[in-house]
Structures are given as C-alpha cells and as structure tokens.
C-alpha cells in the first residue's frame, strides 16, 4: 500500500468550502482513480484550520497517475486557492498495517 499525505491550512472562512472540496472529490472522482483504496481528512481539533489529508493507493505507479491527473490537478489547484499554504505533499509506503475487525 502507498499513502500521500498532505497537510494545509486552510485560509480564515474557508474550512468549510475544505471540507466541501474533499467531499466533491469523493463524488466526482473517487470511483474514477485505479488504484484508490481510501482516504480521510483529519483537522486540527486545536487549530481548526490546519488539516492533514490520508490518500491511500495499492502502489506509487496508481498514486502519482491520480496526481497527474488533469482533474486531480484542477481540483489541487481549487484546493491551494482556499490554502494559506501550498498544500505540503509526502508519499510513503506503508510498513505495518492494523486493521480493527470489530
């Protein structure tokens, strides 16, 4: 498995259309990207603008042809106009894996 991890602030007033972009994502293009395994968004619970987004691929080849995607790039490029930063980007494989079966 392979995961990118991407960490932003979002500008003030602007968590909201955040949220919103990742949930248009899951919609318009999540059933189109080979190789998706899942993804989530997680916020800062002490700074409710900083979030950190979890992609993950059955391998690099499938993550970097999501990125490279015209439509990833076009929703990358809504996502760092609502951004105080550039979205941080950072791939890694994973090691160890738990999956909770209850």
Not at 14 to 23: C, F, P, R
Not at 39 to 63: V, Y
Not at 78 to 93: F, G, M, Q, V
Request: charged share 25%.
């Amino acid at each position: 498995m392979f995961v990118v991890v991407s960490k932003y602030c979002a500008k003030t007033g602007e968590e909201d259309a955040v949220i919103a972009l990742h949930e248009d994502w899951q919609r318009q293009q999540q059933s189109d990207t080979q190789g998706y395994i899942s993804g989530e968004l997680l916020r800062n619970i002490q700074d409710s603008k900083e979030f950190i987004a979890l992609m993950r691929f059955e391998s690099q080849e499938f993550a970097q042809a999501c990125v490279n995607a015209p439509e990833y790039q076009s929703w990358y490029r809504r996502l760092a106009s609502l951004s105080e930063n550039t979205p941080e980007l950072t791939e890694y494989s994973v090691e160890w894996n738990s999956q909770n079966t209850h």
